[in-house]
């Protein structure tokens, strides 16, 4: 588990995806691509493909955690419906009940921070990005990795003018610095958001 910023630390799961811990009064996992041997009251899910859900059903039984997604994704998460792409994950997902929905602009605190769910459908169409506008940071899941570098879209429910749209609006949002994913490692660009990057693809 590396630190990242003061209380969020990051991990990579087999697959490649990161998942970020916040470390807070309230203890948070964003995605849930790998097991944490420390405490999750809250499991918010940025979208419900294989390698953001690998690990949700083994975390929530061990934690008794809540788990939050968008209204769109809890069927495929709940049934692994061809949406999650289950059959390219290398272990065997389970199931998992949601116990609350997320939609735009609602706000999540955990104690020093308080994240804002902005809807960013293109991805999947219950993508969402996770924003804490004080600190700046910007958890954007695999709708955007940086500059001109985006997620797909031509997976199940994925949609290029949509994602399109909501790279658009991340761009928006008041910056400050840019963490991304390269090689491996993390390098701050001077960009003006801090910007949590899943999976290993390059910004540039």
Same mark, same amino acid.
């Given at each position: 588990? *590396? !630190?990242? =910023? #003061? *209380? ?8 490649? +995806? ?12 964003? #995605? ?29 039984? *061990?934690? $008794? ?5 968008? +209204? &769109?994704?809890?069927? +495929? ?5 061809? !949406? =999650? ?5 290398? @272990? ?10 997320? @939609?735009?602009? #609602?706000?999540?605190? =955990? $104690? @020093? ?11 999947? #169409?219950?993508?969402?990005?996770? %924003?804490?506008?004080?600190? @700046?940071?910007? %958890? ?6 940086? &500059? ?9 429910? $994925? ?8 790279? $658009?609006?991340? !761009?928006?949002?008041?910056?400050? &610095?840019?963490?991304? *994913? ?13 910007? %949590?990057?899943?999976?290993?693809? !390059?910004?540039?």
């Amino acid at each position: 588990m *590396r !630190k990242i =910023t #003061d *209380r969020i630390f990051c991990l990579q799961s087999e697959s490649g +995806a990161l998942t970020y811990y916040i470390d807070d009064k309230v203890k948070v996992l964003i #995605d849930a691509g790998t097991l944490i041997n420390k405490h999750v009251d809250l499991i918010i899910l940025t979208h419900c493909h294989f390698d953001h859900i690998m690990y949700l059903h083994e975390l929530k039984q *061990r934690y $008794g955690c809540k788990v939050l997604c968008h +209204a &769109n994704e809890r069927e +495929a998460v709940e049934t692994l419906s061809e !949406k =999650t792409l289950s059959w390219l994950s290398p @272990k065997k997902i389970l199931p998992c009940n949601i116990d609350a929905t997320l @939609k735009d602009g #609602d706000r999540l605190s =955990t $104690g @020093k921070f308080m994240l804002e769910i902005i809807e960013v459908p293109g991805h999947t #169409d219950g993508s969402i990005a996770i %924003f804490e506008p004080k600190q @700046k940071i910007l %958890f954007s899941g695999d709708t955007w990795f940086g &500059n001109n570098s985006v997620g797909r879209a031509d997976l199940p429910s $994925g949609n290029q003018e949509e994602l399109l749209r909501s790279v $658009g609006r991340l !761009k928006k949002l008041s910056w400050q &610095n840019h963490i991304c *994913r390269v090689k491996d490692k993390h390098r701050i660009l001077a960009f003006s958001c801090r910007v %949590f990057c899943h999976e290993s693809q !390059k910004c540039s």
